[in-house]
């Protein structure tokens, strides 16, 4: 894949849209010019860094995260590091993805009802249809408001950073059944959706026509970005997206 300037671009502001979106999550972390990271165990599913440059500085990365916890994580948002020597395994590798302002809308329409999560018994409902069990807690209602939090990031310690604009989003039946569901948040000029679901036999298609069909409504004239893989990507990508660069997510194998 040849990355133009715009291409970097777009690459560059996906990882940083995914790092602000694990900070908001997790309600920990710094961040400097090169990557976030927390200096505790973040949640399940969550990474311990994510990078925001193809120069990251692998020592000063480690550094910032406590790699003998079980399972500790690294986001490389370039798939350019090679975390092999200091103990690291390749978990998986995904697609970042970019979907432009200009594309055409959703289609076909959504076929469930869709709404924003605006209350705490709301999105407890929509992570319980997300996990396919029980509620963990893990999406809290901060999230709701798009919490500030306090940062040291390159500025220096005691700088407010708000983690950006965040929705939920939920496709529910006509017994008002949350069946699909997905999140986005909006940093600069992009917006980021994931987490996306569809829960009993709802067909993945439908998830994606919701959101893009929400989305606009709340960012008009923003480009969509994430990141996707194996059968997930092929259905983003029936949906408008354009795949634009590569990611890996190493764990530490100890």
Request: contains cysteine.
């Amino acid at each position: 894949m040849i990355i133009t300037p715009n291409t970097e671009e777009l690459l560059l502001a996906a990882a940083y849209n995914n790092a602000a979106w694990c900070a908001a999550v997790c309600r920990d972390g710094r961040f400097t010019a090169q990557a976030w990271s927390s200096p505790r165990p973040t949640p399940l599913y969550y990474p311990d860094a994510v990078t925001l440059t193809r120069d990251t500085d692998t020592a000063a990365l480690l550094a910032g995260i406590d790699t003998v916890a079980p399972h500790a994580s690294v986001k490389d948002s370039f798939a350019v590091l090679d975390l092999a020597p200091e103990g690291f395994e390749v978990l998986f590798g995904a697609e970042w993805i970019h979907r432009p302002a200009s594309a055409p809308a959703a289609a076909p329409a959504p076929a469930l009802a869709w709404s924003r999560i605006t209350g705490p018994a709301e999105l407890e409902a929509w992570e319980t249809a997300w996990d396919g069990e029980e509620s963990t807690g893990l999406f809290h209602p901060g999230l709701l408001t798009g919490e500030a939090r306090d940062a040291q990031g390159a500025e220096g310690a005691g700088a407010t950073e708000r983690t950006g604009e965040i929705a939920f989003f939920a496709g529910r039946d006509a017994e008002g059944r949350i069946l699909a569901g997905a999140a986005a948040n909006r940093t600069g000029e992009v917006v980021g959706i994931s987490n996306v679901f569809t829960a009993d036999g709802t067909p993945d298609d439908e998830a994606w026509a919701g959101a893009l069909t929400l989305t606009p409504s709340l960012w008009p004239g923003l480009a969509l970005v994430g990141y996707e893989s194996g059968d997930d990507l092929d259905t983003a990508l029936r949906h408008g997206f354009t795949a634009i660069g590569p990611l890996r997510v190493w764990v530490h194998a100890g």
